[in-house]
């Protein structure tokens, strides 16, 4: 058996950790992006003051807990995909990737949707004059779903291939930069929700094309499938509610009829599973 030196495996173990320490930093400067140059551009873009940003600072502290329902995954996710791609049970690997993402997303979507039809009536808990950040927490929370989602292609990538992941990350914070300072100075806090939403959906796809064309994992459309179709169908009776009823009694009902639907079509595909399963 070969004896590895103490120099050249400190060597590679700093040569591993130090492109995931760079990403993970760049990722998190990305998070807090959109606050920063929205509060440069205070009395310069329209509708840019500072009661804009606090609204819109208390509006991404709301969406950004849909980024901890990846942290209830990922501690157990990432050795068990380390240990498959180890042992070059790719398939698996592949396999267990897209289950998680199905799970995700089951939980994702109504969260995603509760805070885009009834965002006015969440952030009244912080006082009536958030209530204009209803508009802006819908963009933001689907920024944070996309982050938390795409984030287990992270996981995936990090275990074989770290250098990936600071180059995605890399691309994404231009991206980033380009957008915002290119959207805020036009529509102003709206601006800033979509100039985060475009790089998450950007790394989204970087992170795919590395699993598909590099990795060589299968499409897994499949699975994603159901919980996109279920959330296309309930969305359509909350929307009407919504058009129908006004302020917080429309808000709260289209978030409730969503909840219902899309409650319904998950019971649905729980029990085609076991009866598919028995």
Known sequence: MDVVSPFREARLLVGYAVPISIYQLINTFISRLDLLILAYFVGRAPGVTLATVGVYSAVIGTANGLRKVNQAFNPIFAPVVAGMTATGDHHIAAATYARLAQWMLWILLPLVAVL?????????????????????????ALASATNAFVSLGETVIMVQRPHLNLLHSSITCVVAFAGLLWLIPR??????????????????????????????????????????IAAGIAIVPALICR????????????????????????????????????
């Open 116 to 140: 885009s039809l009834a965002g006015g009536t969440i952030l009244l808990i912080y006082g009536p004059a958030f209530q204009q950040g209803g508009a802006w927490l819908g963009i933001v």
């Open 187 to 228: 529509f102003g806090p709206l601006g800033a929700a979509v100039g985060i939403l475009l790089p998450y959906i950007v790394q989204g796809i970087l992170r795919y094309a590395t699993l598909r064309w590099v990795f060589h994992w299968k499409d897994s459309w499949s699975d994603i499938r159901s919980p996109l």
């Open 243 to 278: 058009g129908f009823l006004s302020g917080i009694v429309g808000q709260v009902t289209s978030a409730a009829v969503f909840l219902a639907a899309f409650g319904v079509q998950w019971w649905q595909h729980h029990v085609h599973r076991k009866d598919k399963h028995a």
